[in-house]
């Protein structure tokens, strides 16, 4: 018997128990990533989330129960049960304490219940754009693998394309509107010309009455010369 209870010293279960205070404590692979210091209320996939972390926590701690732990220590638990439940009791809770105060860490290094709020956010939008599509529910929309070639090439190429014609779109109303400018300096220039060419024709037309007035005149002259000239070749 004091063979047996040797090899069931009691204070090797604490011992034990100690092993799972060192695991966590080890430094993580990767440094998580930097937590957002904004307050973010768990939304339905966020909190069935943490109801199943909780309940799978709880599972695989119910496996470290007084019968498995006595089935351990049978000579401990026979002869000192209280202490060998002190032991069990206190490596479970320690246990769970450290394992909720990894997950928290993880959940907040990660943003997890950010990001599955995200996630609940893009499929609710995704549910009214199909009702507000009227996608019947019977019909079932294409999978993005089953899509042909040319439409998925026409969806990753959309965005680029419909930058392309604003900027298209832009420089086309500034040509246009100096083309308006343009159009409207040669009407002017029209006006101009045109109102230039009325005022040569009213020159022309004086000039033209100037010259028939002239024809009389002159010709009156030239009879007058000739008679003097006449008179004077006979005196």
């Excluded at 509107?177 to 002017?188: E, G, M, R, S, V």
Aim: charge should be negative.
């Amino acid at each position: 018997m004091a063979a047996a209870t040797s090899g069931e010293d009691p204070t090797g279960a604490p011992g034990a128990a100690s092993q799972p205070d060192q695991q966590p404590q080890q430094a993580p692979a990767s440094p998580p990533l930097p937590a957002r210091h904004t307050a973010v209320t768990p939304g339905l996939r966020a909190s069935r989330f943490q109801e199943v972390l909780n309940s799978s926590l709880s599972h695989t701690l119910g496996k470290i129960s007084w019968d498995n732990f006595a089935s351990c220590y049978p000579t401990i638990a026979a002869q000192s049960p209280a202490v060998l439940r002190a032991v069990q009791k206190q490596m479970v809770d320690r246990l769970g304490a450290l394992c909720k105060k990894e997950f928290d860490s993880v959940l907040q290094g990660r943003n997890v219940v950010a990001k599955l709020n995200e996630l609940e956010s893009l499929v609710g939008e995704a549910e009214r754009r199909r009702d507000d599509a009227g996608v019947v529910g019977s019909e079932a929309p294409i999978p993005p693998h089953m899509l042909p070639a040319d439409q998925i090439l026409a969806a990753h190429l959309a965005p680029h394309l419909a930058q392309q014609q604003s900027q298209l779109n832009a420089k086309l109303q500034t040509v246009q509107a100096h083309n308006a400018k343009l159009f409207n300096d040669i009407q002017k220039q029209r006006a101009e010309m045109q109102s230039l060419m009325g005022l040569l024709q009213k020159i022309f037309e004086d000039i033209d009455g100037a010259n028939s007035q002239m024809d009389d005149i002159v010709d009156d002259l030239a009879k007058e010369t000739r008679t003097v000239e006449t008179e004077m070749a006979n005196p």
